[in-house]
């Protein structure tokens, strides 16, 4: 079965991945663990509540076949940031499913930061034997509910630039933030600035609401 995964930003997927690795390891299956542009900047799937585990660092050119026949008998594979993949190697997940029996589960985002589908992805989408999107409530500044991911520079939120840049660090001018569609087209922060750029008039919105927990999202984030 090839099982796609996807939401946007601290939905859970990361998260999801390690769950699920721990689940068929106890029942004795032996799998791989694959990723692409993790938030740790390492061959790691890390998610933002702590929890870790190392990885196989997937580039561009790597084939997974060839790489997963290499290891004799392999049951699944968990492929976090799978968004991030080639569409070719998207193209290999499927053949590893249907050529070689493997379970692959895929986890990532569905779009970039204009809202426009990656490649990957739409790729999963086309092939993927079951979609799920995840269910973990995001929310806007706005309160409602988050869906699409804004790449903010200099306080503005940005409607071009390359699809893939790492951001949320302490040298990167970017950061990443879950907007509502409303305010991802209009471009507001919640911080008093609109983004540049915005599809439609600003509106009037919501009442902020606070964040229970004081978190912000610090860790580094490709998009």
Not at 119 to 128: I, N, S, T
Request: with cysteine; hydrophobic share 40%; aromatic share 6%.
């Amino acid at each position: 079965m090839l099982k796609f995964f996807f939401g946007p930003m601290d939905c859970g997927k990361s998260t999801l991945a390690l769950q699920m690795n721990y689940n068929h390891r106890r029942q004795g299956r032996r799998g791989l663990v694959l990723t692409k542009h993790d938030r740790s900047g390492g061959p790691k799937v890390t998610s933002r509540i702590g929890l870790g585990l190392e990885a196989i660092e997937v580039d561009d050119d790597l084939d997974l076949v060839r790489l997963v026949t290499a290891y004799g008998r392999i049951d699944y594979l968990i492929c976090d940031e799978a968004c991030f993949y080639t569409v070719d190697q998207v193209e290999q997940l499927a053949d590893l499913v249907d050529e070689h029996g493997v379970d692959v589960f895929a986890f990532g985002l569905a779009s970039d930061f204009r809202s426009v589908m990656f490649p990957a992805a739409q790729r999963l989408f086309e092939l993927a034997d079951e979609v799920c999107r995840l269910q973990v409530e995001v929310l806007c500044w706005c309160g409602r509910p988050g869906q699409l991911n804004a790449r903010v520079v200099g306080g503005t939120l940005a409607r071009s630039g390359e699809q893939v840049v790492i951001g949320d660090t302490d040298a990167s001018p970017v950061r990443y933030q879950v907007l509502c569609r409303r305010h991802h087209r209009s471009g507001e922060l919640g911080e008093g600035t609109p983004g540049n750029g915005a599809a439609v008039p600003s509106v009037p919105s919501a009442p902020s609401v606070p964040d229970a927990g004081g978190l912000t999202p610090r860790a580094p984030e490709a998009l």
